[in-house]
């Protein structure tokens, strides 16, 4: 049995690491190693999931100094021994289906990355959810016993069987984009990066729930210098390395909503958030002759740079997370922007409104209001 190493980094996660790691070892697929990095918490979490690796021996709590997300994760690369590696936030959960499923999948196909859809769930919602798909009552849903596989694993029952109706692989063995078992989808390397690209991109923004060949990782790690997209850049790596994957879309992956950032130290970026890591991306289709692809970052970049710019100018610095000079330093972002060649074949309209948000504010204003009107009246 292929074992999976589950990369959990851990930054003052007191109120929601136990949840998380409840749901990793009621997994219906035990072969598992756990690998907590705590990122220099100042809370008890590290005491925590200490307490728990006394319970089952899958897990390991790895400890360093304060460096960020992107450290942690990369120490967990790094200390994993597992055939494949899977990722997964603090305060976040997954169904315990879904390592069976994503290794039977991913096995089965050939593919190097394979992930699902996602939930975002308030605290009480995903403790209900949890609840549910774990057939235990809501109150007992997290009392499962450490390290024991849940009633109903299809691992077993599931072997052998043809799942996938019509699809024929090609003379390398790649599997064009179908559905297998009416819930997963395949894709060859060329059609990977057209899911990032066009298709998954939000789901594929983020490496939660991402389970991937430690092979096809190879020398990759996150880029620490990136405050926010480290992961969207992690996973824009990868896929163009040439990987097949397979897609799962049951949303298994519970992502947590709260105020707090709890697997990093460094705030968000707010509107700015993807803004170093869109650019990258973008400059890296354009400079391959991909400007379809990289047309769709240009716009990302355009808009989170206008949307920075309206935050600063109605009072909310704190919001996307610089301070000083923020509105000078954006004039030059944009001024530079407005140069890029692809800055050129955005849309009429939306070159038209930022050129006006940093010329004459009042005016944009008043432009954008008529914009998102029309626009309304035309989605209706």
């Known amino acids: 049995m292929k074992k999976i190493s589950v990369i959990i980094p851990a930054y003052n996660?007191?109120?929601?690491i136990e949840q998380c790691l409840w749901s990793v070892t009621g997994q219906t697929y035990g072969n598992l190693e756990i690998?907590?990095?705590?990122?220099?918490?100042?809370?008890?979490s590290a005491a925590i999931c200490g307490r728990l690796a006394e319970t089952d021996g899958r897990i390991r709590v790895l400890r360093q100094?304060?460096?960020?997300?992107?450290?942690?994760?990369?120490?967990?690369?790094?200390?994993?021994?597992?055939?494949?590696v899977f990722f997964l936030d603090s305060d976040d959960a997954i169904h315990p289906l879904l390592l069976e499923e994503m290794l039977r999948q991913a096995e089965q196909y050939h593919a190097q990355l394979a992930f699902c859809g996602y939930r975002k769930l308030?605290?009480?919602r995903l403790e209900a959810v949890l609840g549910e798909v774990s057939g235990l009552p809501e109150t007992e849903a997290p009392g499962a016993a450490l390290g024991e596989e849940l009633p109903g694993s299809t691992w077993e029952t599931c072997q052998g069987e043809e799942l996938l109706e019509g699809t024929q692989e090609t003379a390398q063995g790649a599997v064009s984009e179908k559905y297998t078992d009416g819930r997963w989808l395949t894709a060859d390397e060329t059609e990977t990066e057209e899911w990032f690209h066009v298709k998954y991109t939000d789901t594929l923004s983020g490496i939660g729930g991402k389970l991937i060949l430690r092979e096809a990782v190879g020398k990759l790690r996150f880029d620490s210098r990136l405050v926010n997209g480290e992961d969207t850049f992690f996973l824009y790596q990868l896929t163009r390395s040439r990987v097949r994957s397979v897609?799962?879309?049951?949303?298994?992956?519970?992502?947590?909503?709260?105020?707090?950032?709890?697997?990093?130290?460094?705030?968000?970026?707010?509107?700015m958030r993807y803004f170093e890591?869109?650019?990258?991306?973008?400059?890296?289709?354009?400079?391959?002759?991909?400007?379809?692809?990289?047309?769709?970052?240009?716009?990302?970049?355009?808009?989170?740079?206008?949307?920075?710019?309206?935050?600063?100018?109605?009072?909310?610095?704190?919001?996307?997370?610089?301070?000083?000079?923020?509105?000078?330093?954006?004039?030059?972002i944009a001024v530079a922007e407005m140069r890029h060649p692809l800055f050129r074949r955005?849309?009429?309209?939306?070159?038209?409104?930022?050129?006006c948000c940093f010329a004459c504010y009042p005016v944009y204003v008043v432009l954008n209001r008529i914009v998102l009107f029309l626009a309304n009246r035309r989605s209706r």
């Open 13 to 16: 996660s007191e109120k929601y």
């Open 35 to 44: 690998i907590v990095v705590d990122d220099g918490s100042g809370d008890d």
């Open 65 to 84: 100094k304060n460096s960020g997300v992107s450290a942690a994760r990369n120490h967990g690369i790094d200390a994993a021994t597992g055939e494949y």
């Open 122 to 124: 308030d605290s009480s």
């Open 247 to 271: 897609y799962c879309q049951e949303e298994w992956y519970y992502y947590r909503k709260h105020g707090e950032s709890v697997t990093s130290s460094a705030g968000t970026a707010g509107s």
């Open 277 to 332: 890591s869109a650019v990258r991306i973008r400059n890296g289709e354009y400079e391959n002759g991909n400007a379809e692809h990289a047309m769709r970052w240009e716009i990302l970049v355009v808009d989170q740079v206008r949307r920075s710019y309206g935050a600063q100018k109605r009072g909310k610095a704190g919001s996307v997370g610089i301070t000083g000079s923020a509105r000078q330093e954006l004039r030059k």
């Open 346 to 355: 955005i849309c009429f309209s939306d070159r038209v409104l930022f050129t």
